[in-house]
């Protein structure tokens, strides 16, 4: 069965300090993944997504993230964190596989708090 | 380009009674993906809809749930008889299908904020 870990329950990083958020998966298949962030009462806004090529993907509000195949991680990073980062984040996998309906499966969420 | 739109943002229904969530997808969008966000757990996915189709209801409940995505209009995601249970955040997303629906990127709206008294 396909899964998405997120390690850490909360992240806690200092302005203009680089953030990571950890992310791992397990997939049958290629797997292609995402990243979603979503603020207070709101939905969720797209980051950034690896389906294949460069293992480093760059995406909005200049978060990045690396695909690892042999760690099975997709961990997202900003070299220089804001306050208005501080939001949950959300890791998701689809795969090809016998039902390619893109269903995303996604991980717990990580809530970073990015303090002044 | 207005972006996914659902309606409403907030309903509260007492036990027993049926809630009608709408979504209206990005223009241009055929494909539909409802998911559900209950208190203290991730989001799951529900089911996939494109224009009269349900292609995967593998998340929906067997029971009282039920979703359709007609040739005009909204998608609707439709719960007969809620419960407390049943109180959750739901989130439609939207995707193009410009690729395998495995690779494309779905956009969500604000949900809608379902509260059973």
């Known amino acids: 069965a396909q899964s998405v870990a997120q390690p850490e329950d909360q992240v806690n990083v200092a302005e203009g300090n680089p953030l990571t958020v950890k992310c791992t998966y397990s997939?049958?298949?290629?797997?292609?993944l995402f990243w979603y962030v979503q603020y207070p009462n709101r939905g969720l806004q797209f980051l950034l997504k690896?389906?294949?090529?460069?293992?480093l993907v760059k995406g909005s509000y200049g978060f990045e993230a690396e695909f690892n195949k042999s760690q099975t991680s997709f961990h997202l990073k900003k070299p220089s964190a804001l306050v208005s980062d501080s939001a949950l984040y959300f890791c998701?996998?689809?795969?090809?596989?016998?039902?390619?309906?893109?269903?995303?499966?996604f991980g717990q969420g990580t809530t970073l708090q990015v303090k002044p | 380009n207005a972006g996914v739109m659902q309606n409403p943002r907030h309903l509260v229904r007492r036990r027993g009674q049926e809630a009608r969530l709408r979504c209206s997808p990005m223009?241009?969008?055929?494909?539909v993906y409802w998911y559900r966000q209950l208190p203290e757990e991730g989001l799951k996915f529900m089911v996939y809809?494109?224009?009269?189709?349900?292609?995967?209801e593998s998340g929906m409940p067997k029971e009282r749930f039920s979703a359709e995505f007609p040739k005009e209009g909204p998608s609707i995601l439709r719960i007969q008889q809620v419960v407390r249970g049943d109180s959750a955040a739901y989130f439609c997303?939207?995707?193009?299908?410009?690729?395998?629906?495995?690779?494309?990127?779905?956009?969500f709206g604000p949900g809608t904020r379902l509260t059973v008294l």
């Open positions: 997939v049958s298949g290629n797997p292609y």
């Open positions: 998701a996998v689809t795969s090809v596989g016998s039902s390619n309906t893109g269903k995303l499966i």
């Open positions: 997303a939207s995707s193009p299908q410009t690729g395998t629906a495995s690779t494309d990127t779905q956009y």
């Open positions: 690896y389906i294949t090529g460069d293992n």
């Open positions: 809809l494109q224009k009269e189709n349900i292609i995967d």
């Open positions: 223009k241009g969008h055929s494909h």
